[in-house]
Structure formats: C-alpha cells, structure tokens
Nanobody
Framework: QVQVVESGGGLVQAGGSLRLSCVAS????????MGWFRQAPGKEREFVAG?????GSTYYADSVKGRFTISRDNALYLLMNSLQPEDTAVYYC?????????????????WGQGTQVTVSS
C-alpha cells in the first residue's frame, strides 16, 4: 500500500514563500508521475502543478505559473513564492502510476491527507 505524506504548510504573510514536501512510501516513488492540488473552503479541488516520473517535464496551472516551482529528487517539492491570500487552501500531494500531463484528480491513484497553507493579507 502506497502512503503519501505532505509537510511544510503553515501561515505566511502575503508576498512570502513556503516550500511543501511530499514523500510516497510503500512503492517506488521514482516511477510515479506526481502532482500538487489544492482545495479552498467551498471550492473544488484544483490542479496546481505536475511533474513527470523522470522530473524532465513540469507543468503548472496558469494561476501559479511563474510563482510556484515543482521539483523532485527522493521526495516531491513545491516552492511557492509571492504568495497571495487567494493561495490559501489545503494542499494535496498525489501520485499516479502512469500518464503524462495529468491535470485531473481522477488521473491520480494515491493521495496525501493535505497540508494547510494560509496566506494573510
């Protein structure tokens, strides 16, 4: 059974930065495509950023392009710069057994419990 665990959330002022981390255990993380999603109160879970199993391909939602950077080595990371109050949400890490440019929640097989990111104005 694959377990996905996120860490690194917290409270930050607008304009600040945070780095989220994610580890997938019980499987071979290096073989999974990975992604970050977020869900704000009263809203649907939305795609934020994704990365191929090799790390050679990354893709972002338009709302975070140029501010967020996804990367991976033995873990998955999301570096979030220039944070704004509208970035406030629970952030989820997800892993997929295969595929390319995975933007939909149903394309991912394993999910973490989420980590809260709160940006104050």
């Amino acid at each position: 059974q694959v377990q996905v665990v996120e860490s690194g959330g917290g409270l930050v002022q607008a304009g600040g930065s945070l780095r989220l981390s994610c580890v997938a255990s019980g499987g071979t993380q290096s073989k999974y495509a990975m992604g970050w999603f977020r869900q704000a109160p009263g809203k649907e879970r939305e795609f934020v950023a994704g990365i191929s199993w090799s790390g050679g391909s990354t893709y972002y939602a338009d709302s975070v392009k140029g501010r967020f950077t996804i990367s991976r080595d033995n873990a998955l990371y999301l570096l979030m710069n220039s944070l704004q109050p509208e970035d406030t949400a629970v952030y989820y890490c997800a892993a997929a057994r295969g595929g390319f440019r995975l933007l939909k929640t149903y394309e991912y097989h394993y999910w973490g419990q989420g980590t809260q990111v709160t940006v104050s104005s």
